[in-house]
């Protein structure tokens, strides 16, 4: 089976999801996965500004991201840390929390979590 071309653009995603410092466009490709373009602001923290939409106490959403912009601290839920900063590739699996540090918006594309993120989990 060939895979389809596809030629899509976060100028025009098919979903968008956001809240005061949060903004995720989701791309929908052809064999039902979708890719997002995550744009947090200084400020923010997945345990203040998400957690009330998601309603679990982490971030349950795997990620495997391209972070182009920004610097990001994670805390795994067994206490390990992680930096992430602009030209990093990271995997983080489900249950953590993690805020933007500095001034700079944090931007990164994810092709995993990307379709559970930033909504209801239970």
């Excluded at 997945?46 to 972070?67: I, N």
């Excluded at 990093?88 to 979590?113: F, N, R, S």
């Amino acid at each position: 089976m060939t895979q389809p071309l596809e030629h899509l653009s976060f100028d025009r995603p098919d979903e968008v999801r956001g809240g005061d410092r949060w903004r995720l466009e989701l791309l929908n490709l052809a064999r039902g996965a979708q890719v997002g373009r995550l744009t947090i602001q200084p400020g923010w923290k997945w345990s203040v500004d998400v957690k009330p939409v998601a309603g679990t106490d982490l971030c349950l959403a795997p990620h495997q991201q391209y972070q182009l912009s920004g610097r990001m601290h994670v805390i795994m839920q067994d206490g390990t840390e992680l930096d992430t900063a602009a030209g990093e590739v990271t995997t983080l699996p489900p249950g953590h929390d993690a805020w933007v540090v500095g001034d700079e918006p944090v931007v990164a594309v994810d092709w995993q979590g990307a379709s559970i993120w930033g909504r209801p989990q239970q």
